[in-house]
């Protein structure tokens, strides 16, 4: 059974930073979503900033910026005929790792074998990552959490969907809701509809579902099976402060 993605990101108050992958509903385009959340102030003080085949994060207000680590990072990068979509600097590995000749066809699943979740005691913040054929539309999905907030314990999981089809994705977060340590993500990715094909119409459903205060940026992108070529959209919360 597939979610309503607007109204299960409606319903959920804090589900961190979250990506979601599919086909539209023409089987033409394969739309991906990024979005990041915050509840802290350095946590919120982030907007998404264009690069050469993606995005990187920045700080709004550099005055407010106390601590850089895990905040910012490449979201989103292009490696040839793939996108690379990620909730930190385990973008840059797995590039890294798909550049290298000696690893040819493995570069996803090798890099994130050298990664574990996020140092940020007690919430041990999953790290997500997805990876898109361009030509295709195929895609993958991981997730390397702890073991129910055990630090110890890393479990990783990787999720291949080689043949999508039409109108339907799969989206996985960070977290499972809010709470006190932070419930990690549990279970397989939930299978949604992918129900636009204009990037701009899904981002602005995405943004608008999101809850209002803990919102802070998304990225929509929305790539032609034919050409590889695509589109991109960016939306944030807070403006860049000059000076």
């Known amino acids: 059974m597939k979610e309503n993605i607007y109204k299960y990101l409606a319903g ?10 599919g086909l539209t509903p023409g089987g033409k385009k394969v739309m991906i979503a990024y979005f990041i959340m915050g509840r802290s102030v350095n946590s919120r003080n982030r907007v998404f900033d264009p690069i050469e085949g993606g995005i990187r994060t920045l700080a709004a207000d550099h005055s407010k910026m106390t601590d850089p680590h895990l905040i910012i990072y490449n979201p989103v990068l292009t490696y040839e005929n793939t996108t690379i979509v990620t909730n930190g600097d385990q973008t840059d590995t797995i590039r890294h790792f798909m550049a290298r000749n000696d690893f040819p066809g493995f570069g996803f699943e090798a890099a994130l074998n050298t990664r574990t979740f996020e140092d940020d005691e007690p919430n041990w913040t999953p790290r997500i990552s997805g990876m898109v054929d361009m030509r295709t539309g ?3 999905l991981n997730i390397l959490k702890s073991n129910e907030g055990n630090e110890g314990s890393l479990q990783r999981f990787t999720f291949d969907y080689p043949q999508p089809v039409a109108v339907e994705g799969h989206f996985i977060s960070t977290y499972k809701c809010n709470g006190t340590p932070i419930p990690s993500f549990a279970g397989e990715p939930l299978r ?10 899904y981002a602005g459903k995405l943004w608008e579902a999101l809850n209002e205060e803990n919102k802070v940026s998304l990225f929509v992108r929305a790539i032609d099976l034919k050409n590889q070529a695509y589109d991109d959209v960016i939306i944030n919360k807070y403006k860049v402060v000059e000076g």
């Open 138 to 140: 195929a895609y993958k």
């Open 192 to 201: 949604v509809d992918i129900d636009e094909e204009d990037p701009n119409e």
């Open 12 to 21: 959920n108050e804090y589900p961190g930073r979250g990506i979601c992958v």
